[in-house]
């Protein structure tokens, strides 16, 4: 059975840089598109950005300047990076897979247990 | 850009059935048929429910479905059990700028009465 498990820093300064790793156990890492989705208390979700075994990436437009994300295929994992933080960063963070043929991200089916990041000074 | 428009909330009796309507526009949901739907149930990671419009995973149950008209994605759940109430989110593909991305909606809470 597949399963992301997440880990990162949950306690940022302003201006700092989030950084979190997820890793992929029991299956495969090629062949799906790797997103990080958010979602700020009480709120909904946002989603980040996403990328493949081949390191193409897709970003949220509106993230897309602070956004990093890269793969690890040696060891079935991936990062994300969102450089500046603010308080309006403060979100639960998931890492997920996305299985569409065409939009990935558009059929999310497999979800890690999420990571709470607050950013506070 | 904006999320999609969902109602804040819904809710019904066991054994009912509600819909929960996403409003898009021609950018997004009219002009693409990439609409999925989410079940998130309080401090859980969301659920795949519905991709592609009407398409639901292997083990999610046929009282789930999912339609679409214009710019408007619509979930339907039938014959309500008390186990549904959770929050749903819908996404849909958008081309508004050259990024291939997807945008949720705000969320609908579903109350089981």
């Known amino acids: 059975q597949v399963q992301l498990q997440q880990w990162g820093a949950g306690l940022l300064k302003p201006s700092e840089t989030l950084s979190l790793t997820c890793a992929v156990y029991g299956g495969s890492f090629s062949g799906y598109y790797w997103s990080w989705i958010r979602q700020p208390p009480g709120k909904g979700l946002e989603w980040i950005g996403e990328i493949n075994d081949s390191g193409r990436t897709n970003y949220s437009p509106s993230l897309k300047s602070r956004v990093t994300i890269s793969p690890d295929t040696s060891e079935n994992q991936f990062s994300l990076k969102l450089s500046s933080v603010t308080a309006a960063d403060t979100a639960m963070y998931y890492c997920a897979r996305g299985r569409g043929k065409v939009v990935p991200a558009a059929e999310i089916d497999l979800w890690g247990q999420g990571t709470v990041v607050t950013v506070s000074s | 850009q904006s999320a999609l428009t969902q109602p804040a909330s819904v809710s019904g009796s066991p054994g009912q059935s509600i819909t929960i309507s996403c409003t898009g526009t021609?950018?997004?949901?009219?002009?693409?048929?990439?609409v999925s739907w989410y079940q998130q149930h309080p401090g859980k990671a969301p659920k795949l429910m519905i991709y592609?419009?009407?398409n639901r995973p292997s083990g999610v149950s046929d009282r789930f479905s999912g339609s679409k008209s214009d710019n408007t994605a619509s979930l339907t759940i039938s014959g309500l059990q008390a186990e549904d109430e959770a929050d749903y989110y819908c996404s849909s593909y958008t081309s508004i700028t050259t990024d291939l991305h997807v945008i949720f909606g705000g969320g609908t809470r579903l109350t089981v009465l």
């Open positions: 592609d419009v009407t």
């Open positions: 021609i950018s997004d949901i009219g002009g693409y048929n990439y």
